[in-house]
């Protein structure tokens, strides 16, 4: 955000930083999801979860180029995954919350358009 034209001195960076964290840290973090032998990416998932909790990620209906481009922002970021490792991630998720599961969510949501 400083990088981006907010204006704070260091010493009120840290005093945010101490504000925020303890208002809203991550103190009660997201159940890190079952691993799952058939889907080792599943075990990679709480390298994801150091930062933001699971919703973050739930919410998103990504494609697997979204997913790629998602993830590699986040390696950007400081998460620590592989170029193998974000590929895995890339194609478990996009299985999971792809752009097909947003039609799906739709139909449970809204009335058919047609009888
Ligand atoms: C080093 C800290 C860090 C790690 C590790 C991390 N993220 Fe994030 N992530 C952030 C920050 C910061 C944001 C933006 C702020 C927010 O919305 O909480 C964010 C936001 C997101 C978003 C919301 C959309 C967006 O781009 O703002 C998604 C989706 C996401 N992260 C996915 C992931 C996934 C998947 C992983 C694991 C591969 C991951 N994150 C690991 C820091 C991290």
Redo the contacts with the bound molecule.
Sequence with gaps: MIGWGASVTPAEKDEIVNYLSARFGVNDPAPVPATDANEPAAA?VA??L???GLP??EE?RLSLAGWKR??D??VG???T?TEAEVQL?SEY?SRRFGPAATVTQRANVLPPLHD
């Design positions: 990679l390298r994801c150091t930062c933001h973050l990620i998103q998602e993830i922002k986040m970021w400081g998460a995954l991630l998720f």
